[in-house]
């Protein structure tokens, strides 16, 4: 969980959407046909998505999601989207409502190029230490801008800092269908701002129905793209949005009850203890795809 410092560098790093554009901003309309194909009521994905909170998913299969937040930006996003189609990748994209205002045109270039647009809130305050109406406030607006300017209806939330409380996910929940997504792979690139970290992170860090955290508004995370999506290609992995990789999760069965422990000699509870076939047996393997 990133420090309050940190919570302030990254806040202040958000007047990065407010770079100009190659464009100025038009106020875009959305396109009616294209509008009414999207505008269908928010549903839960059939096989999954019964919780309404996901760190990542379990398939059955080498299925991954990369995420980008804090966007769109005016030269980094367009800088990745055109990485993402030349591999043919489709990424989840969790904007700030204030920068999809400003950079419309590249809000509606991330929908129209078959990613997933979604709710990061309007201005990306830490909302666990908001009151109510304001929460709904910076939610709600969200929402509304992007439907307005990229006719995609969002149905996922992430809490800035991944920062929210049991009412106000549980309102978002109910209110607006959301579920709540946060990443068990953290490239951690607002904080080193290295490419060949945010590279070795993503590349040792990913499993089959990982989430991975990025962030399009800092250059060095664009510059490490190229080589962390070809390693994962490489490796086998196939990129979806989250909202496919939530149709694909299947929820693990409730482990077995274990049997009531026996007491075991000390000197047995010794030996395991320093077995090296016990110790291993004790972690799982590392999932492959
Ligand atoms: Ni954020």
């Known amino acids: 969980m990133p420090s309050r410092l940190a919570l302030t560098i990254v806040a202040a790093t958000l007047t990065a959407c407010a770079e100009p554009a190659a464009k100025p901003a038009v106020k875009a309309e959305p396109t009616p046909g294209h509008a009414s194909a999207k505008l269908e009521p928010a549903t839960p994905a059939t096989t999954g998505a019964k919780r309404s909170t996901y760190s ?49 045109e590249i809000a509606k270039q991330i929908v129209d190029e078959g990613h997933e647009i979604a709710n990061h809130s309007w201005s990306h305050p830490l909302l666990t230490k908001l009151g109510e109406g304001s929460v709904r406030d910076q939610i709600e ?31 978002a929940h109910a209110t607006l269908a959301y ?18 970290k945010t590279e070795s992170i993503i590349r040792a ?31 086998g992995f196939k990129f979806v949005t989250v909202s496919q990789l939530l149709a694909m999760h299947v929820e693990k069965p409730p482990a077995p009850k274990a049997p009531p422990a026996k007491p075991i000699p000390a000197k047995d509870a010794a030996d395991a203890a320093s077995s090296p076939d016990q110790q291993q047996s004790a972690s799982p393997a590392p999932a492959k795809p």
């Open 56 to 104: 990542q998913c379990n398939v059955a299969g080498p299925f991954i999601a990369i995420t980008f937040d804090d966007g769109p930006h005016g030269a980094n996003t367009p800088r990745l989207l055109k990485m993402l189609k030349d591999r043919g990748i489709k990424a989840t994209f969790f904007v700030v409502g204030q920068c999809v205002a400003e950079l419309p």
């Open 141 to 171: 607006r969200t929402h509304n801008v992007i439907r307005q300017t990229t006719g995609a209806v969002p149905t996922l939330f992430r809490p800035p800092f991944g920062a929210f409380t049991a009412n106000q996910r549980a309102w």
């Open 179 to 196: 579920t709540s997504i946060l990443w068990d792979v953290d490239s951690n690139d607002w904080k080193h701002r290295s490419a060949a």
């Open 205 to 235: 860090e990913t499993r089959p129905g990982s989430i991975i955290l990025c962030h399009d508004i800092h250059t060095p995370t664009i510059d490490a793209m190229p080589a962390t999506l070809d390693a994962l290609l490489g490796k």
